[in-house]
């Protein structure tokens, strides 16, 4: 057996970076906010090893689907890093996960998330919980659990990462998707915040690394500094949609993440259609055109890795357009029609962006 030498005491894990302790604090913390993130078939409270839902509820359901998502945020965080606020990361998260539950006509029921740190500042792990417990409220599921692990080592004593995963459930002959598209169907774009929480990598490199911006920089086009802009919350549609299916007669959604709008939107088309989106529907946000001036990134480049102002499209017939647009309207979303479906005939792709964005 070899010989050890002690050096300064024996071991622990609070010598090898991990501290309990504050790890216990954050919970005591985050606690408040959790609790608001609920739902009346949420069985216990935080602390357990596993979060409970009652199933019984979907005994109301002829055929229940369960659905789930997967998802972070990406070099987002490092925004909220450098600018010490953590409090809105959450949002993003949550939007990024059951927003692309919804996309089948799910209600998202629950979430779990994965907090990794390299230092459990306590103050700063509740306030990532609070966005994300905020973010559930607002899609109107519940926060059931969750992990803060701390990598001390293998990350900086400020560096963190968030991770989420959702559930939620959809009747079965309720299910949206391709396969109820139809030629004649009507695109409906739904406005994004912003950037959301995607092409951050790009966003990055070309304000920082290539621009020379700072986070305090005040920038005229959004009337407050690149930080806050750059922060911006991921708008979490679930609740408008839901409240769409319940209104009006909806083929299919599709989430505008990473990818971009046209290569999201094909997700959803079928084989045999076509979809026309006309760029003069509508005008993006100052910022998406910043990042192309400032690096000089073709828009082809900006249209397949950031949202470009959409954040949703929802496919409906025509006759539904009316009081679809009417829902989304009195739920305080800007939305538009922003094209069409048509039988693809001899063309390659399933979606075209055509025409100029408006000035």
Sequence with gaps: MPETSPVGGGASYAAAGVDIEA???AVELMKEWVKKATRPEVVGGLGGFAGLFDASVLKRYDRPLLASATDGVGTKVDIARRLGVYDTIGHDLVGMVVDDLVVCGAEPLFMTDYICVG??????VAAIVKGI????????????GGETAEHPGLLGADDFDVAGAGTGVVEADRLLGAERIRP?????????????????????HVLFDRAGWSLDRKVAE?????????????KIYAL?????????EVHAYSHITGGGLANNLARVIPDALHATIDRSTWTPDPVFDIVGR???????ELEKTLNMGVG???????????????TLADRGVDAWVAGEITERGDRAEAVTLTGDYAS
């Design 184 to 204: 004649g169907d009507v695109a409906i774009a739904m406005e994004s915040s912003g950037l959301h929480s995607n092409g951050y990598s790009l966003v990055r």
């Design 23 to 25: 790890g216990d604090r």
């Design 312 to 326: 949703m499209i929802a496919i409906v017939p025509q006759e539904s357009v009316d009081v679809a647009l009417t």
């Design 294 to 300: 400032a690096g000089s990134v073709e828009r082809a």
């Design 240 to 248: 408008d949609c839901l409240a769409l299916t319940r209104t009006a």
């Design 119 to 124: 230092k459990v500042y306590p103050e700063r």
């Design 133 to 144: 417990a905020e973010g559930c409220v607002l899609a109107g599921c519940a926060l059931v």
């Design 222 to 234: 959004f009337g407050r500094t690149l930080g806050e802009e750059l922060l911006e919350p991921t």
